[in-house]
């Protein structure tokens, strides 16, 4: 039994190879901007007393119209201007303009998160509170280490040290001053160590560590890019208006409340429970539970437990998925459980027994990573061996942790996944970034995940244009001015399709159809055990799932 009391450290620390960000076309109508001075002296930015003035006369931290997360986004993005004075997100680059720095219609080469290129112009000065005429400030945060947890994570090889992570950060910093149109500024980019647990975390010391961070750093921008379930620390930066990004799978209602400031790359919750609530209703429901691994369950009709954690922002999207399932006949076993590993191993040994004793056949982990470690295992002693229908989500589907699973269990698993089909180390964006910044051989092994975020992040601050703020930010990204290729044609299974739109604050927005095999050989580290993807990895997003059951090997 593990005595840390809360799963998000082990995810928080492990950083592990989620996506490769595109940032594509947003799906439809733009959310108008909030309205922010020019000036960081000036009412409503921070150090004064007002808050940001947002469309209809709220203020920072309101909600805003929310259109986005519910239904599927659309392939073309709008075109318009940025708010408070910034660049133009309309693509037109005017004759004479310097655009020296472009390659082509892209910013730089061989990179699919390139944003398209703008022309090099000055800048006004400082605009924002971490913006300055010559420098944007920006901070990745990190909690303290829990000694078990990091025994665990470097058990597994997924342990990512400090100084490693402070290394990527440097090497970050060159590559985004010397490949993106900064006009004039560049990035400042730090490491934050807090003496914050996240095991488990306590609200108090986030909220105080948020409020030293901001008053020792002056940031633009924090990133956290974590799965902690104790939000806390982002709202607790949005009340002091200071963009940031992480939460990963969060109810999507938070990102909108608290506009123009936090955002995710992840999928957000609800989002993440329709994708995966279609599939289920459009192959699944209605069915025998034929890929389960005994005679008994595969003759029964499917009936799914839904494990999830019971915290305020994981909640409320486990419940939509369990309405959707319902409202296509099928029957739903409600399994919350406490995120405290203490008592975990005697919460599994009865939320198992639960499920079983309701006569579930398929189950469904809207979880962290760690739950079904401790579940299966529990399945397992109890001799229930039901079907295991991924959700896509806590980077359950990623190939190291799957392995911590019991493998009698795991064997029957498979469903939508979020993340990519992926390369070698070597091959991958944060490698290929490393060494674009003149460092020698790859990027710690887990790097993948902060560079998709400090892309997306770069890319938002080239395109908010010169007039840099949370207004300007946040039009560029949900503008669908942060472009790239056209995956949504492609479908390129390396490259996850983003579209942060209208009421939509998080970034993945597709995911692939896959099956674990414990024979596959994982392209990550080489070792057997790995997901395999269907259909060549074809990214679907909500609408394009095609109706009947996948075609998995015999056995699954």
């Given amino acids: 039994m593990v005595p840390a009391k ?9 950083a592990a190879q989620l996506v490769l960000v595109a940032v594509a076309p947003s799906k439809g109508r733009v959310e108008q901007a909030p309205t922010f001075a020019s000036s960081t002296q000036a009412d409503g930015l ?40 910034g660049g133009t997100t309309t693509g037109r680059v005017a004759a004479g303009a310097d655009t020296s720095r472009c390659h082509g219609a892209k910013q730089f080469l061989d990179f699919p998160q390139a944003p398209r290129c703008v022309p090099h112009t000055g800048n006004p000065g400082a605009t924002y509170a971490g913006v300055s005429a010559t420098t944007i400030n920006l901070v990745y945060f990190r909690e303290k280490d829990n000694p078990v947890v990091k025994g665990l994570l470097q058990s597994i090889g997924l342990y990512s040290d400090p100084k490693d992570q402070q290394a990527f950060i440097s090497a970050m910093e060159d590559f985004i001053n010397s490949h993106y149109e900064l006009y004039g500024r560049k990035v400042k980019m730090s490491f934050w160590q807090s003496p914050c647990e996240s095991a488990p975390p306590v609200d108090s010391c986030m909220r105080d560590d948020a409020k030293a961070l901001v008053g020792s750093r002056h940031p633009f921008a924090v990133l956290y890019d974590n799965n902690t379930n104790a939000p806390a620390f982002f709202d607790q930066l949005s009340k002091l208006h200071v963009i940031n990004w992480g939460g990963w799978h969060f109810q999507d209602s938070f990102s909108t409340s608290h506009r123009p400031y936090h955002y995710d790359v992840t999928m957000g919750g ?51 998925l369990e309405q959707l399932l319902k409202g296509c006949g099928t029957q739903v076993v409600d399994v919350p459980y406490s995120p405290d590993t203490a008592t975990a191993s005697s919460q599994a040994t009865s939320q198992v027994a639960q499920a079983r004793g309701a006569g579930a056949t398929t189950v469904m982990y809207f979880a962290d990573p760690i739950a079904p470690a401790f579940g299966t295992k529990a399945m397992t002693s109890q001799n229930w061996f039901p079907e295991h229908l991924l959700v896509g989500s806590g980077l359950i589907d990623y190939d190291i942790l799957a392995r911590l699973y019991d493998a009698q269990q795991w064997k029957h698993a498979f469903g939508p996944s979020d993340t990519v089909v992926y390369r070698p180390l070597g091959q991958q964006e944060a490698s290929i970034t490393w060494r674009a910044a003149g460092r020698k051989g790859n990027a710690y092994n887990s790097a993948e995940l902060q560079w998709g975020y400090w892309a997306t992040i770069a890319a938002g ?86 109706r009947g059951e996948p075609s998995l090997p015999a056995g699954i």
């Fill in 6 to 14: 809360r799963y998000a450290p082990f995810v928080a620390v492990i």
């Fill in 46 to 85: 921070p150090g004064s007393s007002g808050a940001p003035v947002l469309p209809g006369g709220g203020s920072g931290g309101t909600t805003g119209t929310s259109g986005g997360p519910g239904a599927a986004p659309g392939t073309s993005g709008s075109t318009g201007t940025t708010g408070g004075g």
């Fill in 270 to 320: 609800d989002y993440q429970a329709q994708l995966a609530g279609e599939y289920f209703c459009k192959k699944l429901a209605g069915k025998k539970a034929r890929f389960a691994g005994t005679a008994d369950l595969q003759a029964k009709t499917r009936k799914v437990a839904v494990f999830y954690p019971q915290t305020q922002v994981n909640t409320e999207p486990a419940q939509h």
């Fill in 461 to 546: 601050i080239q395109m908010a244009g010169p007039t840099l703020n949370p207004g300007t930010f946040e039009q560029a990204l949900l503008s669908g001015s942060v472009d790239t290729l056209p995956f949504a044609q492609s479908r390129d299974p390396h490259v996850s399709w983003t579209h942060f739109g209208s009421g939509d604050y998080t970034g993945v927005s597709d995911a692939k159809e896959a099956y674990w095999d414990a024979n596959a050989i994982s392209p990550i580290d080489g070792k057997a055990g790995a997901y395999v993807a269907l259909n060549g990895g074809r990214r679907y997003r909500i609408g394009d799932w095609t």
